[in-house]
């Protein structure tokens, strides 16, 4: 196990550039599968849940060549098997995908259910309501989800909640159903127009994504494509909130920034100076920081992906704040960790209050999860002293070079392997 040795009182200065969206690249990669061509992605961001789909991939025959640090070409002509194993299937909730896009290509899938960051539970109701809809049959035993149909028939098909794996996975099914399906009260997130206008480069018929209705007319033969993913929206938030927590100043670039238009009106009204460019956000810290009410939605309402960390920057806000998570039912991971660092935090169901104004205090924390493991991170960049965050394989599941990118804007960070952590102990400067 890694943690992270992590030197407080920071203040994060300068560009940073973002890499690809990772929940657009798990979603591209199980779709490649609906092609025998070979498939060209760029801007794939080098994160442990890509490289975990990427052997998922290789171990069902497809034929993977990297071109560089973020390029693939991926040729799936010899598919060998439809069952990807529950070692790496339990690594990452995105491998469910394969049960929509195997579906799509054999008729037939057989899928461990998922794992994933533990958030609360994390139902498949919608999806699998769905495949039954375009006349799939489902059997579950043994921790396994079987999947087969003998023809998919498109279908209308209205989701009881809003859910971008759903979507996903009806989206990829219902590429190959005959005839139209229309999928009804689905998610409007980035993630999902890219999967959309990559399965349409390959040769879908996909109108709608991006709005709550979403029509699919099936087509049996797919080609090969270029593909570049988009910016990870995220990550940028990320770097956006980490600017505004540390009293700091970052340019995040390569961007996109209509994808963050609620966290930049939320960082504005906490009383950060934002400035908007074509492909690029500069944010200045506030001075003061201002205590705000912040509530998750699905886009483009303010993500949950990015609630532990908005929660970090509102600890240092004088006065109270009030964070309602509506997305997921469990997702406060990070909250007892703050309180070791000295945060005022009380949770109530879905809500936290946040009494902000107190200094955070370096403490050993832990990552639960992959966003509150980052919100920890920056957390412990604004507290006094020092902190050791352990578990950072959650981090490393969705940031790519997370650590380098925040030295390179000036934190001291150090990867440790946690036996030699007493050793290095004094080694940082
Ligand atoms: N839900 C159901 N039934 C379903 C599916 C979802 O009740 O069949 C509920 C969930 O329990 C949750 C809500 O619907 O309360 C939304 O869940 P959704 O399906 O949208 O989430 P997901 O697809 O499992 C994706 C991201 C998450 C992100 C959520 C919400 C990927 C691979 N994962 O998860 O990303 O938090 O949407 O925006 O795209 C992360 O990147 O850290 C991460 C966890």
Do not use: W
Not at 35 to 45: F, S, Y
Not at 65 to 76: I, S, V
Not at 248 to 273: D, N, Y
Not at 337 to 345: F, S, T, W
């Amino acid at each position: 196990m890694e943690s992270f040795k992590v030197k407080g009182n920071a203040n994060l200065k300068g560009n940073v550039i973002i890499s690809g969206s990772k929940n657009a690249a798990v979603a591209v990669l199980p779709a490649v599968v609906l092609t025998k061509e070979t498939v060209r992605l760029d801007n794939i961001p080098d994160i442990t849940d890509v490289r975990t789909m990427i052997k998922i991939l290789e171990n069902l025959g497809v034929s993977i060549r990297r071109r560089g640090r973020n390029a693939l070409d991926l040729t799936p002509n010899h598919l060998a098997a439809i069952d990807p194993s529950y070692d790496l299937v339990k690594k990452m909730r995105a491998s469910y995908y394969f049960m929509g896009s195997l579906l799509a290509r054999f008729g037939q899938a057989r899928v461990p259910i998922p794992g994933g960051c533990d958030l609360g539970p994390r139902p498949i109701d919608q999806h699998l309501k769905g495949f039954s809809a375009l006349g799939a049959d489902i059997n579950i035993e043994h921790g396994m989800i079987n999947l087969s149909a003998k023809r998919l028939v498109g279908t209308n098909i209205y989701l009881d909640v809003v859910s971008i794996g759903a979507t996903i996975n009806l989206m990829l099914a219902a590429s190959s159903a005959e005839g139209r399906t229309v999928l009804e009260n689905v998610a409007k997130e980035p993630e999902i127009v890219d999967l959309a206008n990559f399965l349409n480069a390959m040769g879908a018929k996909i109108r709608g994504a991006g709005t709550d209705v979403i029509r699919i007319d099936g087509v049996k033969e797919y080609r090969g494509v270029a593909h570049t993913v988009i910016p990870d929206r995220i990550e940028a938030g990320t770097f956006m909130l980490a600017a505004a927590a540390t009293g700091g100043s970052v340019a995040v670039e390569e961007i996109i920034p209509k994808h963050l238009e609620a966290i930049t009106a939320k960082l504005r009204e906490a009383g950060a100076h934002v400035v908007v460019e074509p492909e690029k956000i500069n944010i200045a810290a506030p001075d003061p920081l201002l205590p705000s009410d912040l509530k998750t939605f699905p886009y483009p309402g303010f993500p949950t992906d990015l609630q532990p960390q908005g929660m970090v920057l509102l600890t240092a806000a004088k006065g109270l704040s009030v964070i309602t998570e509506n997305v997921f039912d469990g997702r406060f991971n990070q909250v007892d960790e703050l309180k070791r660092m000295g945060a005022k935090i009380k949770v109530e169901g879905r809500t936290a209050l946040i009494e902000g104004g107190t200094r955070l205090s370096g403490a050993p924390v832990t990552a639960h999860d992959l966003r509150s493991g980052a919100a920890l991170l920056i957390a412990a960049l604004m507290a006094d002293g020092e902190s050791q965050i352990s578990a950072i394989k959650h981090i490393d599941r969705g940031y790519e070079n997370f650590e380098q990118k925040l030295i390179n804007l000036g934190a001291s960070i150090q990867r440790v392997s946690d036996d030699n952590y007493e050793q290095l102990s004094s080694s940082l400067d």
